[in-house]
Nanobody, 129 residues
Framework: QVQLVESGGGSVQAGGSLRLSCQAS????????MVWFRQAPGKEREFVAV????????WYTNSVKGRFTISRDNARDTMYIQMNDLKPEDTAIYYC??????????????????????WGQGTQVTVSS
């Protein structure tokens, strides 16, 4: 069983930055594909970014391209997302999740919540205008 714990959330003004972390345990970290989702109040959980076990495959949703950077440190069993130029519409609970194996070649599968077996508890990000 994989345990995931997010940290780094908080409140910032528009244009500010935050870095979220996701600490994993319970499995060899490098075999896990890792992903960030977010959920705003009253909205469905949406895909943000995914990174393969090696870190060589990365994909972002269009709304965060150029502003967010996903990365991982397999020696520390930790995934990160650096979020710059934050906007009020980025306000949400951010969740990390994981699945055994590679990043799906299917766009639909890559961005679907049911493609991921393990989830953290979430961390709140609030961006004020």
């Amino acid at each position: 069983q994989v345990q995931l714990v997010e940290s780094g959330g908080g409140s910032v003004q528009a244009g500010g930055s935050l870095r979220l972390s996701c600490q994993a345990s319970g499995r060899t970290f490098s075999i896990l594909s890792m992903v960030w989702f977010r959920q705003a109040p009253g909205k469905e959980r949406e895909f943000v970014a995914v990174i393969s076990g090696s870190g060589r495959t990365i994909w972002y949703t269009n709304s965060v391209k150029g502003r967010f950077t996903i990365s991982r440190d397999n020696a520390r069993d930790t995934m990160y997302i650096q979020m710059n130029d934050l906007k009020p519409e980025d306000t949400a609970i951010y969740y990390c999740a994981a699945r055994d194996g590679g990043v799906s070649g299917s766009l639909r599968a890559r961005t679907a919540t049911n493609s991921y077996d393990y989830w953290g508890q979430g961390t709140q990000v609030t961006v004020s205008s």
